[in-house]
């Protein structure tokens, strides 16, 4: 510490300039709005019944869903704690590189937000590749409009998806570069939007007589098709397995995959009021709005259909039985029990508007992370440079942009065959095993800067005893952390098949994590005469 001092005291700088320049413009409403866009109405909406109930034809939906939401509470609450104990951007980065260790957090978070970003774009990618299939096959079936489904079946083209996904791409910088203010007005636009898509959902299958699926379905997927699904899913290798045991294992290893995104507000603390309150109150908000969401319409499909169906659905999709033309999307589900064009184009335009909105809560907390990084001077500082009049780090937002375009093009296959970033799971290996490094910081917090621990808020530094609690919650976040570690490998069809590629790259992106921290500090230190450790002896100034 006194060599930071002496540094300061001859005019050598250690951040970028003395005030981060973001405003504190997030409450707990707008932090809930980032965790449910982030998680997704839209997206996730889809996922229990076009994706769990095959991979675990069997297990509740709601079991899943429940068991998944349980244990993402203590991951929502240790990471609160992050934010609301370094209430800055990246407060993971921030802590981590101030109690633990300065290269292995900054590599940690350089390979979360490198992924995170290809991710965006492979996001933004799904809704030519995904979306506007589903949504848009439904209307031609539906409405008998040849158009519809020509449009959804170019949007799966390598050109379609790398045509709309670029204009997608744009589309959500141009809204990212926007005030703070102006961005959670859209988000909050499209929270009610995504809302009002699940109540149509919800009166079309609410409404409908507890036998009129098999012949709703019939009339628009041909005679007989209904009551022939299971045995076909069987035929094609499906086992059904209602175990209890399995059901809670599949809410383990789901669970974050399905609600990623309820704690992103951490990472961008320095623009949250009273971090130590809207953290964990936005946070759990969006889980269990969301988990609401999911569980209500899982009840109202339910009533209409076995579950061993909708599995049966599902996992002729994932199996890719072509032949049975498989429509396994809860839209799809309510649109054929009540076929009204205008309920098609609501929620077919809220699915689209909540999918951007997705995507803009990765570019917003991805740039965040960079504008951490290069606050502390460990990229170049124009990056963290912020627009005086949109008061927004243009700079940073521009670098997310332009890789989350890398990750639209790989994702499409138009320049090269298949995708090298891998499925989309693979991304939550790779948050998990980045995010070891912040956890473990946190929970060892209390006793490896007493300092800092007693002089935070009360919300940080409970105890039950002379225990602190993040000490305890940290210790149950880290093994579920663990544990979705060693799933990847134990069910290779839900962790996104781990395998070399995987491990590689993962190492790569760590290790050039780390040639970029010291190839940093070499230049600061050469050029300036400035060690850059020094900067990770006190906390940035806000």
Not at 106 to 122: C, E, Q, R
Request: with cysteine; glycine share 8%.
């Amino acid at each position: 510490m006194s060599e930071m001092i002496a540094g300061e005291a001859q005019g050598k700088k250690l951040y970028a300039r003395k005030s981060s320049g973001l405003v504190r413009t997030i409450g707990v409403f707008g932090a809930m709005v980032f965790g449910v866009h982030c998680i997704s109405l839209s997206s996730s909406g889809l996922i229990p019944f076009s994706w769990v109930a095959g991979v675990w034809p069997g297990s509740s939906i709601i079991g899943v869903l429940t068991v998944a939401m349980f244990f993402c509470l203590f991951h929502a609450y240790t990471y609160s704690v992050i934010g609301a104990t370094m209430p800055r951007s990246a407060a993971d980065y921030t802590l981590a590189s101030r109690t633990l260790s300065a290269p292995l957090a900054f590599a940690a978070s350089w390979t979360l937000v490198i992924f995170s970003a290809m991710v965006a774009g492979s996001l933004i990618a799904w809704i030519p590749k995904t979306a506007f299939p589903v949504l848009f096959r439904t209307m031609g079936i539906v409405m008998n409009n040849p158009s519809f489904i020509a449009f959804a079946d170019y949007s799966v083209t390598p050109a379609g998806i790398a045509l709309i996904g670029t204009v997608c791409a744009l589309i959500t910088f141009g809204l990212m570069i926007l005030p703070t203010r102006t961005i959670l007005r859209i988000l909050e636009v499209g929270f009610f939007l995504g809302l009002l898509a699940w109540v149509i959902i919800y009166f079309q299958l609410g409404t409908a007589a507890k036998d009129a699926f098999p012949a709703a379905w019939d009339q628009f997927m041909g005679a007989g098709s209904y009551a022939g699904r299971i045995e076909l899913a069987k035929a094609n290798g499906m086992v059904t397995n209602p175990n209890v045991a399995m059901m809670t294992l599949a809410g383990l290893i789901m669970g974050f995959w399905i609600f990623y995104g309820y704690y992103i507000p951490t990472f961008f603390a320095g623009e949250v009021k009273q971090a130590e309150n809207t953290l964990i109150a936005g946070s759990w908000a969006s889980l269990i709005v969301t988990w609401a969401i999911f569980v209500a319409a899982a009840l109202l499909l339910q009533r209409l259909v076995p579950l061993e169906w909708v599995a049966a659905e599902s996992y002729l999709s994932n199996a890719g039985v072509a032949d049975a033309n498989p429509m396994p999307w809860i839209t799809f589900y309510a649109a054929i029990l009540k076929p009204n064009i205008i309920l098609l184009w609501i929620v077919a335009i809220a699915w689209f508007y909540t999918l951007i909105n997705l995507a803009q809560t990765y570019f917003f907390y991805c740039s965040r992370i960079i504008f951490a990084w290069s606050f502390d001077r460990l990229i170049p500082e124009k990056v963290c440079y912020i627009h005086p009049t949109l008061h927004s780090p243009i700079v940073a937002i521009a670098i997310i942009t332009a890789i989350a375009e890398v990750g639209v093009l790989d994702a499409s296959g138009l320049f090269w065959p298949g995708s090298v970033m891998g499925a989309q799971l693979n991304f939550v290996f790779f948050a998990v095993c980045t995010q070891l490094v912040p956890v473990l910081a946190i929970t060892l917090f209390p006793f490896t800067k007493p300092d800092l621990f007693e002089n935070a808020s009360a919300f940080v530094k409970r105890k039950i005893g002379n225990v602190p609690v993040i000490t305890i919650i940290g210790g149950i976040t880290m093994a579920y952390l663990l544990w979705m570690i060693i799933a990847s490998f134990l069910y290779p069809a839900v962790g996104g098949r781990i395998g070399p590629g995987t491990l590689g790259t993962l190492a790569g992106f760590v290790i050039s994590g780390l040639i970029v921290f010291y190839v940093a500090r070499w230049y600061r230190m050469s050029k300036e005469g400035i060690d850059i450790n020094w900067t990770f002896q006190s906390v940035p100034p806000i």
